[in-house]
Each structure stands twice: as C-alpha cells, then as structure tokens.
C-alpha cells in the first residue's frame, strides 16, 4: 500500500516576471532569460521553452521557501502572496504569472542578461 501525499497547497504570487525570448535562426531553439529571478530557459518548441520557463521559476520559489527566504525574497522584489504562506514543510506549487518579451536575435536576449 502506497503512502498517500497530501495535494500541493496552491500559492498565487503577485509579481511581474518579464522573461526576454528569441528565437534562434539557425537551429530554430527558444532562448529566454528572466533578469527579475536570474533564470535562464530553453526549449526546442514555443511549448517547451514556457514549461522549461515555469520549471525554473517553480523550482526557485520551492527552494526559497523551503529555505524559510521567500518572504524577503517576495518583499526585496516588491511582490507579494494573495494569501498568508502555509506553514513550513506544506508541499506547494507557486501560481507565478510571466509575460514575454520578443527580441529578434538570441544575443540581444544574452546582453540583456549580462546588462
């Protein structure tokens, strides 16, 4: 008999993640780079890149919270929960929203990381 786990607490975090995205010519890959958390994404399709891009900002905000840092975190950045964390040691998923930015070339997304 398996051991049930308790479904991940949702967290919805008001933020504004801006994640700066090109599209390679040669390869047709999709490089992105979000400055606000310092995380880079790649995919081989559209679809791949924003999966790798919630994996990074998910696996960020678990270790941030699991550490006890998110919430100086959160404040640092000017972002905020919709409701109080759940105490530590909950399991959780982060509901962080992102837009993206178009840029034409996959080096203008890596200067932008490097500015």
């Known amino acids: 008999m398996g051991l049930f786990r ?3 607490v949702m967290v ?10 090109a599209r390679d010519p040669d390869d047709g ?7 606000a ?3 880079t994404a790649m995919g081989d399709t559209w679809g791949d890149f924003q999966q790798c891009a919630e994996e990074s900002i998910q696996l960020l ?3 941030l919270f699991r550490s006890g840092e998110l919430e100086a975190f959160l404040r640092r950045n000017g972002w905020s929960t919709t409701s109080p ?9 982060f509901d962080v929203p992102f837009s993206t930015e ?14």
């Open 12 to 21: 919805q975090v008001e933020a504004n993640l801006v994640w700066l995205v």
């Open 29 to 35: 890959h999709w490089l992105g780079v979000c400055q």
């Open 37 to 39: 958390i310092n995380a």
């Open 85 to 93: 964390l759940p105490a530590p040691g909950t399991r959780v998923r």
């Open 6 to 8: 308790a479904k991940p």
């Open 61 to 63: 905000f678990e270790d």
């Open 102 to 115: 178009r840029r034409q070339r996959a080096d203008d997304v890596v200067a932008a990381a490097t500015a």
